[in-house]
Structure formats: C-alpha cells, structure tokens
C-alpha cells in the first residue's frame, strides 16, 4: 500500500510560480506511476501531468503544458509539481495519486491512492 502526501500549496500571483510536492511511503513507489489532478470549486476533476514509473515519460494537459513541469526522485520517494507562470485559473485543489500502471496515466480512474489535497490559489 501507498500513502502520498501533498504539501506546497498557498497563494501566489498570476504570472508567479509554485512548486508542489508529494511524499510517498512504501518500498515500490519506484514502481508506481505518479500523477497530478486538479480540482476546481464547482468543476469536475481533470488531468494536470504524470510521470510514468518504467521510463520517466511525462504527459500534460494542454492548459498547463509550457508552464508546468512534473518530476520524481525514486530515492526519495516523492514527486514534485513546479508550476511557472500561474494563472487565476490554475486556482484549485490540487491532487497528488499514484497506480501501479503506465497505462493511461491521463485518466483519474485507474489511480489507486490519492493524498488530501493541497490548495492554490493564484491571484490576478
């Protein structure tokens, strides 16, 4: 079993940058592909980025692609979110998960632990 653990959520400006962690447990988080999701008051969950766990491929939504960059250290169990050139619209919930298969990363079904959630909000 996997545990994950956002943190790095707080209020920045649009055009401004954060960076979001997540912190694992287990021995096999190597072995897990780790994805981001966002969620918006009042709209239905989507799709940020994901890393695969055979190869490192990452994959993006096209809202966020250019602008955020997803990343992982298998040594240390985590995998991090830095997000440039904010948007207000980029303000959300954000969800860290993890799913022992590549296979469509993209979609929030086949992820297996999902953390709390951690809240940005970007200011205009």
């Known amino acids: 079993q996997v545990q994950v653990v956002e943190s790095g959520g707080g209020l920045a400006q649009a055009g401004g940058s954060l960076r979001l962690s997540c912190a694992a447990s287990g021995r096999t988080f190597r072995l897990y592909a780790m994805g981001w999701f966002r969620q918006a008051l009042g709209k239905e969950r989507e799709f940020v980025a994901a890393?695969?766990?055979?190869?490192?491929?990452?994959y993006y939504a096209d809202s966020v692609k250019g602008r955020f960059t997803i990343s992982r250290d298998n040594a240390r169990n985590t995998v991090s979110l830095q997000m440039n050139y904010l948007k207000p619209e980029d303000t959300a919930v954000y969800y860290c998960?993890?799913?022992?298969?590549?296979?469509?990363?993209?979609?929030?079904?086949?992820?297996?632990?999902w953390g709390q959630g951690t809240q940005v909000t970007v200011s205009s």
């Open positions: 998960a993890a799913r022992k298969s590549d296979y469509d990363v993209v979609s929030g079904d086949g992820y297996d632990y």
């Open positions: 890393i695969s766990w055979s190869n490192g491929r990452t």
